[in-house]
């Protein structure tokens, strides 16, 4: 079975502009979250998809936003970047959300 | 808010050893998930154990085993028999249970151990 897979793996951007990350989980997971990692800041949680609809939301600016699509696939977007928002950003994926979630490799993100 | 805090930075072991790692919590729920996470130089973070809050048995997989101590609110993992594979940043993480099905929060994590192993 295939891992969790997140695309691309490395992004380069300038503050303004906006980017978009791609998560796609293991087949038959429904839920989809995601989290970001800086070196201040630690791992922190961005937000949960399950059956396309955002279950949570951590506590981020509303520049950061995504949506899932029926096949699970999950995409999130940043806009206006700032410089702090360079960081890793990691999709993990699980059956439903409770249980062991699975992590994706990550989309190093660098503004500049 | 949940918070988790491990309090050493950076551990280091000889390989062959046994070293624990520490994480408390901070929580006023009584049904939830503990979990230790390890994160490798390759980035990807691997599920190495976890714990449901109203299992009183500690969780053991292989080489891992935890100490969980609910009322105390303190939640280590000891790795037996330390191999080089084992260095990597580890990451104690807590979650809500919602038996309820409404939805469910993220993971809340520790701000890491980083575990040398000493050849």
């Known amino acids: 079975k295939a891992g969790v897979t997140q695309t691309p793996r490395y992004l380069i951007k300038t503050r303004g502009q906006q980017v978009t990350l791609s998560c796609s989980p293991i087949?038959?997971?429904?839920?989809v979250s995601w989290y970001q990692q800086t070196p201040g800041q630690g791992l922190q949680f961005l937000f949960e998809?399950?059956?396309?609809?955002?279950?949570n939301k951590g506590n981020f600016p509303g520049r950061f936003s995504g949506r899932q699509f029926s096949n699970s696939r999950s995409e999130m977007n940043v806009s206006t970047l700032e410089l702090g928002d360079s960081a890793l950003y990691l999709c993990?994926?699980?059956?439903?959300?409770?249980?062991?979630?699975?992590f994706g490799s990550g989309t190093q993100l660098s503004v500049l | 808010a949940q918070t988790v805090t491990q309090s050493q930075p950076e551990m280091s072991v000889q390989e062959a050893e046994t070293v624990t790692l520490s994480c408390t919590y901070d929580t006023s729920e009584s049904d939830y998930y503990l979990f230790w996470y390890k994160q490798p130089p390759s980035r990807q973070m691997i599920l190495v154990i976890r714990q449901e809050a109203y299992k009183q048995q500690n969780a053991t997989e292989n080489r891992f085993s935890v100490n969980f101590q609910k009322a105390a609110k303190s939640f280590s993992l000891k790795i037996s028999d330390s191999q080089l594979g084992d260095a990597a940043m580890y990451f104690c993480?807590?979650?809500?249970?919602?038996?309820?099905?409404?939805?469910?929060?993220?993971?809340?994590f520790g701000k890491g151990t980083h575990l040398i192993i000493q050849p």
């Open positions: 998809y399950f059956s396309e609809t955002q279950r």
């Open positions: 087949s038959g997971h429904r839920s």
């Open positions: 993480a807590y979650r809500e249970s919602n038996p309820g099905g409404g939805g469910a929060d993220g993971l809340t």
């Open positions: 993990a994926s699980s059956l439903a959300g409770y249980e062991k979630l699975f």
